[in-house]
C-alpha cells in the first residue's frame, strides 16, 4: 500500500485488510487525541523471507510520517531477521524473541513484547483471580509461538498459579525455545510441560486429560491466518472449563468446537475479542506515549463494539 503524504501508524500482518482495527482505529483516535486516524496495513505472507522484514522495519524507521506500527503473526519473525536493527528492545522482546509494538522516541527506534502485559489483561477479565488455588484446575495451551510463550509468561507470573501448564507444538525447535525463555525467566521447574503433538488427536488426548474447570486455549493460530483447529471435531473439554480462542475473526473453527459443548459440558467459551482490544490499545499508547486507565480502556471497547 502507498504511504500517505501525513502521518500515519503501521499494521504489519498477513490480511490486515480484513481486521476490524481498519474501522476501530479512526474512532479511538478521535477518543485519545491522536495525531492521526490514518491506519495502514504491511500485509507479509506467513514465510517471508528475512530481508523482507528487514526491508519493512527500515521503511519504518526512516519514513518520518510513519509513527510506528503492531505487528501480529510475524513479530517472532521480526525479531529474528531484524532485531539489530533497533536502538532498544525490552527485557520481554529479548527473553521472548518477539517484537509486537514498534516505536519511535525522536531517532531511536524501540521494540516491545507487548503480549505478556495484554494477555494478562484479557486473563483477568473473564478468569476469577483465585480460580486455580480454588479448582486444582490446570491450563493446556495449544501453540508454542509468541501468544503461547507469553501466555505461559503470564501464568508463571501469577500469584495464583496453576499447578501444572502443558503447551504443545508441533515443532520440537519452539518447544526448546520457550524451555529457554522460561530457563531465563527463572520460571519453577515443575510449572511447564513441553509436549510435542503429532496430529490433532494427541492434542485431543491432552485436552481431555485436564481437570475439570482448566483453562484450554487455542494460540496456534489456526482459524485465522490459515483454517483449522489444533483439535479434531471429536474432542471432549474437560467439564466446566474455559476455552480461549484467542482469535476473534476467520473462520474459526476451534471456537465453533467449543460451541457446540457449550451447554452440555458447562463451559465458559471466551473468544479474542478483549485481547484485540488490549492488544491494540497497549501497543497505541506504546506508540503515541500515552498512559491508559481502566476507564479509557473501557471506553475504547464500548467504541469498537459498534464495528464488531
Avoid at 483516535?29 to 491522536?34: K, N, Q, V, Y
Avoid at 483439535?231 to 471456537?255: I, M, Q, T
Avoid at 492488544?279 to 506515549?289: C, H, L, R
Amino acid at each position: 500500500m502507498t504511504a500517505p503524504s501525513s502521518d500515519y501508524m503501521g499494521f504489519v500482518g498477513v490480511t490486515t485488510g480484513s481486521s476490524s482495527i481498519m474501522k476501530v482505529f479512526p474512532l479511538w483516535a478521535d477518543i485519545l487525541g491522536l495525531p492521526t486516524r490514518t491506519l495502514v496495513g504491511h500485509d507479509l505472507p506467513m514465510d517471508a523471507a528475512p530481508e523482507q522484514y528487514v526491508a519493512l522495519v527500515e521503511q519504518i524507521r526512516d519514513d518520518p510520517r510513519h509513527r510506528g506500527a503492531l505487528v501480529t503473526t510475524h513479530k517472532m519473525n521480526v525479531y529474528a531477521a531484524a532485531s539489530d536493527l533497533f536502538d532498544e528492545l525490552d527485557p520481554f522482546a529479548v527473553s521472548c524473541s518477539e517484537i509486537s509494538s514498534i516505536a519511535k522516541r525522536g531517532w531511536r527506534l524501540s521494540g516491545r513484547a507487548k503480549d505478556p502485559i495484554t494477555v494478562d489483561l484479557a486473563l483477568h477479565d473473564f478468569l476469577p483471580t483465585d480460580h486455580f488455588a480454588a479448582t486444582g484446575a490446570e491450563v493446556v495451551i495449544l501453540g508454542a509461538g509468541g501468544s503461547g510463550t507469553a501466555l505461559s509468561w503470564a501464568l508463571s507470573e501469577r500469584a495464583d498459579a496453576p499447578r501444572r501448564v502443558v503447551v504443545t507444538a508441533r515443532d520440537d525447535e519452539k518447544l526448546e525455545h520457550l524451555r529457554e525463555v522460561h530457563r531465563q525467566h527463572g520460571t519453577r521447574d515443575d510449572l511447564i510441560e513441553y509436549v510435542r503433538t503429532d496430529a490433532p488427536e494427541d492434542a485431543a488426548a491432552i485436552v481431555a486429560g485436564a481437570p475439570q474447570g482448566s483453562l484450554i486455549v487455542n494460540a496456534t493460530g489456526l482459524g485465522k491466518d490459515r483454517p483449522g483447529s489444533p483439535l479434531p471435531d471429536d474432542v471432549v473439554f474437560p467439564e466446566g472449563a474455559y476455552v480461549w480462542e484467542f482469535n476473534y475473526r476467520g473462520s474459526l473453527e476451534f471456537l465453533h468446537q467449543a460451541r457446540a459443548q457449550e451447554s452440555a459440558r458447562g463451559l465458559q467459551v471466551i473468544d479474542g475479542w478483549r485481547y484485540f482490544i488490549h492488544g491494540w490499545s497497549q501497543v497505541i499508547a506504546d506508540v503515541f506515549e500515552l498512559d491508559l486507565t481502566p476507564e479509557i480502556v473501557e471506553q475504547l471497547a464500548e467504541a469498537a463494539e459498534g464495528v464488531r
